[in-house]
C-alpha cells in the first residue's frame, strides 16, 4: 500500500529556513505522480502550498508563499522536499505532503502523508 512520510517539521524563529521532506513507498510508486504540499493551520481550513510535476520540470505555488518556498523531488530516491525560506509566523501549520495529479485542489492528489507540524515563533 502506497506510503508517504512527512518529516523536518520544528520550531524556528521568524526569518529563519525549514527543509521539510516527503518519503514515499518506493521508486516505481513514486515516480507515478505528481506531488503536492498543503498545509492546515489552527482554526483553519487546509490549503495549497505548491505541486510538482511527474519528472521534477515544472512546479507552482500559492502566492503567499511564492517566492520564499521551493518545491524539489528526488525520484531515484522516493523523496520529495520543501524549502522554506524567510519563514513567517502565518507560515504556522500541519504540513502535509500529498501524491497524484499535477493540481492545486486536494481532490487532485490521491495519497496523503500524515503531516509535520512547522511553528515559527516571532
Known amino acids: 500500500q502506497a506510503q508517504l512520510v512527512e518529516s523536518g517539521g520544528r520550531l524556528v524563529q521568524a526569518g529563519g529556513s525549514l527543509r521539510l521532506s516527503c518519503a514515499g513507498s518506493g521508486p516505481t510508486f513514486f515516480s507515478r505522480y505528481a506531488f503536492g504540499w498543503f498545509r492546515q493551520a489552527p482554526g483553519k481550513e487546509r490549503e495549497f502550498v505548491g505541486a510538482i510535476s511527474w519528472g521534477g520540470e515544472s512546479e507552482y505555488y500559492a502566492d503567499s508563499v511564492k517566492g520564499r518556498f521551493t518545491i524539489s523531488r528526488d525520484n531515484a530516491n522516493s523523496k520529495m522536499y520543501l524549502q522554506m525560506d524567510n519563514l513567517k509566523p502565518e507560515d504556522t501549520a500541519v504540513y502535509y505532503c500529498?501524491?497524484?495529479?499535477?493540481?492545486?485542489?486536494?481532490?487532485?492528489?490521491?495519497?496523503w502523508g500524515r503531516g509535520t507540524q512547522v511553528t515559527v515563533s516571532k
Open positions: 500529498a501524491a497524484g495529479g499535477y493540481g492545486s485542489s486536494e481532490e487532485a492528489f490521491v495519497y
